[in-house]
């Protein structure tokens, strides 16, 4: 009896940690459903970003800001009604978060070539993330498919679980541990600033401000597009190479060149100073890095089974 109700718990224990290191998603989700929905996506992406060299970074950040929000399931892509406290003017995404149409073009093209609307809005934004990547010299990972769309947002969950970058190194330690995320996660995936830019009112305190930790000529050449007040919108890159997937992001922090206040953080003598420094004189590392933890970050609380639902439109519920 004692032997039965232990090997009971035995197997209870260990089906709880088969969920907690597998998660209920599939890379080949759609392989039988519609086989052309994956091409499809990476089709559109790739002219997207052949129109606007930015729109991959765009795109990479729009799957971030849903995954920190609830978990990723398309939260993010909501627009504001009666019922729905949309995410788009948390103060993260409000005229700052893009790639919105983009989205919508994807949703609509798979539907077509799919005959129905069989893949949801949080599996394009998690595809279009990696195909973005990809198209720009990036490492490509198997994404796992089967997440479902949610019927509500938050805003306030937005104001209080995306990152800030006035953020010191234990608040965004902290940050990305109540996503189950860790500090080589951290770092990693923070590596997505190899792309794209970032607005003057979000590095204006730092090329001021700041003394300690930032290189002074790197501080009098962003000032220079970025006065002390107004040009709030002015956009510097956040790494020096914003349409490419290299280490400079990494190579900068080492020389004090981070843009964000929250960038250089990782390096300036905490404990995430010594991966910075591998990351930034080995792609290979960051890249394989990168895709491992982009992966557990796309993972985060998807709806499956029958939670949540297959939007038609990404920007309402059905
Ligand atoms: C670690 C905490 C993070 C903070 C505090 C942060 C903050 C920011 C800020 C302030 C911007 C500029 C937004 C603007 O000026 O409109 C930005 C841009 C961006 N972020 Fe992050 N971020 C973080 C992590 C990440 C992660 C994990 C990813 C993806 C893996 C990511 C991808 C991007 C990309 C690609 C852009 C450029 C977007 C574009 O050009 O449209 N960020 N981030
Ligand atoms: C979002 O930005 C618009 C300007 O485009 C502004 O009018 C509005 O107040 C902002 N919303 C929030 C919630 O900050
Ligand atoms: C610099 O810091 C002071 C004091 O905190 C603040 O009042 C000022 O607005 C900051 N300047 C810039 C350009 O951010």
């Not at 032997?3 to 209870?12: A, D, K, N, R």
């Not at 953020?167 to 940050?175: C, G, K, S, T, Y």
Request: charged share 25%; proline share 3%.
């Amino acid at each position: 009896m004692a032997s039965t109700s232990f090997l009971l718990l035995h197997v209870l224990v260990m089906f709880s940690l088969a969920n907690i290191v597998f998660s209920d998603l599939s890379d080949d989700f759609y392989d039988d459903i519609c086989p052309q929905a994956l091409p499809t996506i990476k089709r559109v992406v790739e002219d997207a970003i052949s129109q606007e060299r930015r729109m991959g970074a765009s795109l990479l950040r729009l799957h971030f800001h849903d995954c920190f929000v609830n978990g990723c399931d398309a939260s993010i892509l909501l627009d504001q009604t009666s019922t729905i406290d949309s995410e788009k003017t948390a103060r993260a995404n409000n005229n700052s978060a893009r790639g919105f149409e983009v989205i919508d073009r994807i949703k609509s093209e798979v539907d077509k070539v799919c005959g129905r609307p069989v893949i949801s809005c949080a599996d394009i934004l998690a595809v279009a993330a990696r195909d973005s990547v990809v198209a720009l010299h990036g490492p490509t990972w198997e994404v796992e498919l089967g997440r479902r769309d949610s019927t509500t947002a938050s805003r306030t969950t937005a104001n209080n679980d995306i990152p800030t970058p006035l953020m010191d190194l234990p608040a965004l330690i902290d940050n990305f541990k109540k996503q189950g995320l860790d500090e080589e996660d951290l770092v990693a995936l923070s590596g997505g600033h190899t792309l794209g830019f970032a607005q003057c009112f979000t590095f204006r305190n730092r090329i001021y401000n700041e003394t300690n930790n930032i290189d002074s000529t790197f501080a009098s050449q962003r000032q220079a597009n970025c006065p002390r007040s107004g040009g709030d919108s002015n956009l510097a890159s956040l790494d020096p190479t914003s349409a490419l997937f290299d280490s400079k992001y990494f190579s900068n922090l080492v020389s004090k060149k981070g843009l964000l206040h929250s960038d250089q953080a990782l390096f300036s003598g905490g404990e995430t100073d010594e991966l910075v420094k591998t990351y930034s004189t080995n792609l290979r590392t960051f890249s394989k890095d990168f895709a491992k933890s982009m992966i557990k970050m796309g993972n985060i609380k998807p709806l499956t089974g029958n939670e949540g639902q297959i939007r038609i439109d990404c920007r309402r519920v059905n």
